[in-house]
């Protein structure tokens, strides 16, 4: 099994990194493969252009798009990793999605937006933030995002969503037993998903 990891956080050695690192540690151990794509260090450009729009007189993916589609187009797991800011994914995750996973690479079957590209595929996600979990839950907000953020992205590419896992309460300082602990919870979803013939289908795994 092959794994596009998608690490956006401006930060190289953030938490978010070391949850990556830690998840493709854990699918080499399984004997799986990785291909890391941390979008910040690649200086990738968010920002769709004009002729990347599927009604544009010449659609035409630009040369690093087709790039990265030729990089991840054979993966079957997809692994988002990325912190919370005002409750949705950053700007530069957003922008790798609208961009790499457009028409024509995760939907547009026979020139139809709604017909799924990526049937077969699974989606897993990994986002932490300095708010606590019970009161992104308490808000609606984690299970907004679940919904209209992975739920709504695998139907519409045709993927599975097995799972988002979060962490909340990450503040500046947090101890090194907070932070082992919770990487130890990124092997333990490796191993539930993957470490087994046939992987549970799951919903929203919040850790308080």
């Excluded at 930060?11 to 830690?22: G, L, N, Q």
Aim: glycine residues 10%; aromatic residues 12%; negative net charge.
């Amino acid at each position: 099994m092959k794994h596009a990891l998608v690490i956006a956080h401006p930060k190289a050695e953030s938490f978010t990194a070391t949850v990556a690192h830690r998840y493709a540690a854990a699918c080499e151990r399984l004997g799986h493969s990785t291909v890391v794509r941390d979008l910040y260090r690649l200086g990738f450009d968010p920002r769709l252009n004009v002729e990347e729009m599927p009604w544009a007189p010449a659609f035409q993916p630009g040369p690093d798009v087709l790039a990265e589609r030729a990089l991840i187009g054979d993966c079957d797991v997809y692994a988002f990793f990325y912190p919370l800011w005002l409750n949705t994914p950053p700007a530069m995750l957003k922008g790798y999605l609208e961009r790499v996973f457009g028409f024509g690479f995760a939907y547009g079957g026979d020139g139809h937006s709604y017909n799924p590209l990526l049937t077969g595929h699974k989606l897993i996600s990994f986002t932490s933030s300095g708010a606590p979990s019970g009161w992104l839950k308490q808000t609606g907000a984690l299970d907004a995002l679940c919904v209209l953020f992975d739920d709504y992205f695998a139907t519409l590419c045709g993927m599975t969503s097995l799972d988002h896992v979060h962490v909340g309460g990450l503040m500046p300082g947090a101890s090194a037993a907070f932070i082992q602990a919770r990487l130890g919870e990124v092997e333990k979803t490796v191993q539930q998903h993957f470490g087994t013939a046939c992987a549970t289908v799951t919903r929203l795994k919040a850790h308080e």
